[in-house]
């Protein structure tokens, strides 16, 4: 068929070639978020003319989308300032419609359609296609196809967005401009993901707000297919260090029995390769699960531990507590896998000092790498509705990168933020990355080196905003 269609995945800012990128491409994301590449390789399959920009990898060429039909922007809330300056922009200059879609306009539909013609709520993988399929014959998608909505007269119209049930699509790489170049860097890792939705409750979580907790998995041998055609697309001709692939799953363990099956046939298939994965501590008490990674080649679990204290967990419906979470980093390490963690402050619960002991806790239960961001609120979520009186300056999404967002109750923003950065540097030392150095071995070592420069870049962030926070914090 005859249009025109790019797709544009916005960065926090615009690409730009530095020698930081060494070390940090888009400094939050690091490869095309594999929602867009799901959507793009769909949409190629019914149109002839379909190309993809992540602003993570690569400039946009505008003389390519100036002259396209329709162009699909998707992005999480913390590209959306960028996504909708480009929106605008285009808007402007040129003739195309332009589509929002992805986590942020399924959570903000409203506010997304202000810079755009349509906004697609939801997955996408079974609308995309019809809402385009009505843009090529002129036709209103809205009314007409699941979750595509637009601001009319009287407000946001539209219908709701519905569950797909065909998730089982292999993305094609090759849609993105300079993937393949790009993929030999060792900052950008291969991404799979293998399973929606989850059937915990956390009340700040986007996904469980867009995507449900209803867990929903793809068939095991087409998972694994994908994980082959991932590693081929990045390491063919190329020298990659850091060989490692990243199960973006945001409960992979949900369904254990399906779990197994994947890990299994990883093993069957003789894939010999580095995995990291994202896992509640729950995962750390499964003996024969923490076996099976081992064999399939997993080295690492991200673990999103958030809190350290039990009041935390209780107050955000994260149904956790910090003795369970001891005991399961002890039981991970004790099967040979690293145990990284990702950590929120921030809470009413957190006063002056959280910074230092959570460097404390990470160092006493040698966590292999962090990752720390103040609270964060989605709009959509129980905890965005709960909080969006305390928000700070409402509207800078480019400031949901891990930069404190909100008043918290016990400290001053500028206090939280220095926390921040205290349990980073704590952590990312000198001392401990010369101990890295003398006693890491292999991936270990060039992982520990990369992120405490990733840290110094996030530090140095976070430090130039404390200028600004103090001003909001007399405004
Ligand atoms: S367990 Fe993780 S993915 Fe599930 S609701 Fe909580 S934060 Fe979200």
Redesign the pocket.
Known sequence: MGMKIRFIEPGNRPYRRSPLNLFVYERYIRAPSNGMLTLATLASRSFDDVHCYSESISEIDWDDVVDADVVCISFFSFAACRAYAIADALHESCDMLVVMGGLHPTLAPEEAARHCDYVLRGEGDESLVPLLKCLEEYRDPVGVVAGACALRDDGLAGLEPEIPHAIDTIPDYSLVHRYKEMAGHNTIWPQVHASRG?P???SY?G??AAFGRKVRCRPPESVVTEIEQAIEFFDAHHHRIAKMLWITD??FFANRAWAVSVLESIIARGIKYNFTIQA?YEVGFDDEMLDLLREAGFSELAM?IEFIDDESFAAYG?KSTRAEIERSIANIQAHGLRVRGLFIVGTENHYPGVGDQLADFVLEHDIDGILVQSMYFIPGTPSYDDHKDDLLDPGRWDRCVGAVVHRPKNMTPTQLQKEIIRASKKVYSAPRLLNALVKKRGLERVLFIGEFFWQASIRSDLRRELGYLEQLERS
């Open positions: 989850c915990h409750n956390c979580c996904l469980v945001d409960n509640r999103g994260k």
